[in-house]
């Protein structure tokens, strides 16, 4: 999987590490950030506790209204 990533990164010419937790961590986000319900996402990821996921991903979608960074 990692091999996968890199050789895309390379191809689209991202010069920044991308990792397949960056990808599952930016799906959640976008998820979230387009209304689906907080049990659907704790679902999709595999998270015991609904809290897990409210804590991870809500606060990373409401830092990431403030802020950009590319290729995240």
């Known amino acids: ?13 991202i010069n920044k590490e991308i990792h397949p937790h960056q990808l599952r961590h930016s799906y959640a986000t976008h998820l979230l950030n387009n209304g689906a319900p907080l049990e659907v996402i ?7 506790k609904k809290t897990f996921t409210f804590f ?5 979608a409401s ?10």
Do not use: C, V
């Open 1 to 13: 999987m990692r091999y996968i990533i890199k050789r895309i990164s390379n191809r689209a010419e």
């Open 42 to 48: 704790q679902s999709f990821m595999g998270h015991e």
């Open 56 to 60: 991870n991903y809500h606060a990373y």
């Open 63 to 72: 830092l990431s209204e403030h802020f950009h960074t590319p290729y995240i």
